[in-house]
């Protein structure tokens, strides 16, 4: 297996960011595009845990719209073969205490890249 194909790696950082434009803008119909359409999709949060598609998604139709800027402190993007990446990261919200981390699972599928699995968890 070939990790961080060129070409692959490119694909994967711009869907991760095309991600986190949309989060720190509440595109919501971008977020839930990006999202696999799925019953096995899963999303940990830092106060919910959701299972399925459709929970992620009336999540973020719900989500208050506002304190969601936030500074990525470092982002790590590994690709494994040519359909499968993680995206890990860490993030200072703006006027936040706590750091935060995240992590995706992002899978190639007929429709492009999509996340499979994400957890956000913010540090003590």
Known sequence: MEINLPYVLAEVTTAFARYEDALVNNKVDILDELFWKSEHTLRYGAGENLYGYEAIKAFRAA????????????????????????????????????PGRQSQTWMRTPDGWRVVSAHVSLLA
């Open 63 to 98: 989500r208050p719209a506002t304190g969601l800027e936030r500074t990525l402190l470092r982002t790590q993007i590994t690709t494994y073969g040519d359909s499968f990446a993680t995206a890990n990261c860490e993030f200072q919200r703006v006027g936040g205490a706590k």
